[in-house]
């Protein structure tokens, strides 16, 4: 098993075009008028380990900088709902909660023994309602952890793909 401590993804984002500053977060606080959480279950497309999810756990900012940290989904619901008999189900409620990606079942999930539901549960920001660039300059300062399973990215992605 690997420590809470080694998961800590630390991150700072500066965007810069025709040498003006036009974005800049140091996460003095998580700015919900920049960010948006992704919720899903849906595994990046590619069935990955972790569900996303809208939570003070997982996604937090603490000194000036964004923390992600993935916690075990078994902590959450219990080892046995994981593997076989759980549901989980990011519908959500409330604008802040609603799941935000709905293909290859990314709003609930069951286990049945068979299928289990994502084992750790992560967070994932985007600006993808706030903020885009066409050209210029982006400076990232960021602090990744290394250890199996993990694939901590930082992604450029277009608003439309």
Known sequence: MVSKSQFVLILVVLFVANSKLVFEDNFDDLDFTKWRHDITLAGGGNWEFELYDNNRSTTFA????????????????????????????????????????????????????????????????????????????????????????LWPAIWMLPRYN
Not at 76 to 93: E, F, N, P, S
Not at 95 to 110: E, I, K, W
Not at 112 to 138: A, C, E, Q, W
């Open 62 to 149: 603490k000194e000036g900088k964004l923390n992600i940290v993935p916690v075990l989904t078994e902590d959450k619901i219990g080892a046995a709902a994981v593997r076989a008999g759980g549901t989980i189900d990011l519908w959500g409620g409330s604008p802040a909660d609603q799941c935000t990606g709905n293909a290859f079942y990314g709003c609930s999930r069951s286990s049945d023994g068979n299928h289990y539901i994502n084992p750790v549960m992560s967070g994932k920001v985007t600006t993808v309602n706030s903020f885009s660039l066409k050209y210029g300059r982006v400076e990232v300062r960021a602090k990744l952890p290394k250890g199996d399973w």
